[in-house]
């Protein structure tokens, strides 16, 4: 018996800067979204970048949703008129159990949200808890606010909403 000829991978869509996420149309914007998803065979709608995932909350088609900790957003930076719904809570990082009840008091499960956290690894946990719980639209924004490590252990210099030059405060 002979194996199936496998198809070959598509590449991810790459990241685009904003005056090109801001030229799409929003329903263009969340398929590019869901291509992604569909290529990585996630449990949540799919990921953006974070160029992508602001020019969807600047055209109102989606709702920022940051699932940092409060010590995160108030030291770190935070997104103007963005949401705070913590996936952890306090310096042990102890997963928040009021997080979908949290979620579900500031959006509806049809709705179209952006997840971020520091890197889009815990905004990614988020969305796959969102979904199971019956969100439908939940993207997670890759990259997060301040991207990956580099090769000196930080962040800053790796991808990321600063990075991207988007707009983003600090107390």
Same mark, same amino acid.
């Given at each position: 018996?002979?194996?199936?000829?496998?198809?070959?991978? *598509?590449?991810?869509? =790459?990241?685009?800067?904003? #005056?090109?996420?801001?030229?799409?149309?929003?329903?263009?914007?969340?398929?590019?979204?869901?291509?992604?998803?569909?290529? !990585?065979?996630?449990?949540?709608?799919?990921?953006?970048? =974070?160029?992508?995932?602001?020019? *969807?909350?600047?055209?109102?088609?989606?709702? *920022?949703?940051?699932?940092?900790?409060?010590?995160?957003?108030?030291?770190? /930076?935070?997104?103007?008129?963005?949401?705070?719904?913590?996936?952890?809570?306090? #310096?042990?990082?102890?997963?928040? =159990?009021?997080?979908?009840?949290?979620?579900?008091?500031?959006?509806?499960?049809?709705?179209?949200?952006?997840?971020?956290?520091?890197?889009?690894?815990?905004?990614?946990?988020?969305?796959?808890?969102? !979904? !199971?719980?019956?969100?439908?639209?939940?993207?997670?924004?890759?990259? /997060?606010?301040?991207?990956?490590?580099?090769?000196?252990?930080?962040? /800053?210099?790796?991808? /990321?909403?600063?990075?991207?030059?988007? #707009?983003? *405060?600090?107390?």
């Amino acid at each position: 018996m002979s194996a199936a000829p496998s198809l070959p991978a *598509l590449e991810p869509l =790459p990241a685009i800067d904003l #005056p090109a996420a801001q030229a799409l149309a929003p329903q263009a914007l969340l398929e590019r979204g869901r291509q992604r998803g569909r290529q !990585a065979q996630l449990d949540y709608a799919g990921s953006l970048y =974070p160029t992508e995932a602001w020019a *969807l909350v600047e055209a109102g088609a989606a709702q *920022l949703i940051d699932v940092r900790t409060a010590e995160e957003l108030k030291y770190v /930076g935070r997104v103007p008129n963005s949401q705070h719904v913590a996936w952890q809570t306090g #310096p042990a990082m102890i997963k928040n =159990p009021r997080f979908l009840r949290e979620l579900q008091g500031k959006s509806q499960p049809d709705q179209a949200l952006v997840l971020l956290c520091r890197s889009g690894k815990r905004s990614a946990a988020a969305a796959s808890a969102a !979904a !199971a719980a019956g969100f439908s639209q939940v993207f997670n924004v890759l990259e /997060g606010f301040e991207g990956d490590l580099d090769q000196y252990q930080q962040r /800053g210099d790796n991808g /990321g909403w600063r990075l991207r030059g988007l #707009p983003w *405060l600090q107390d």
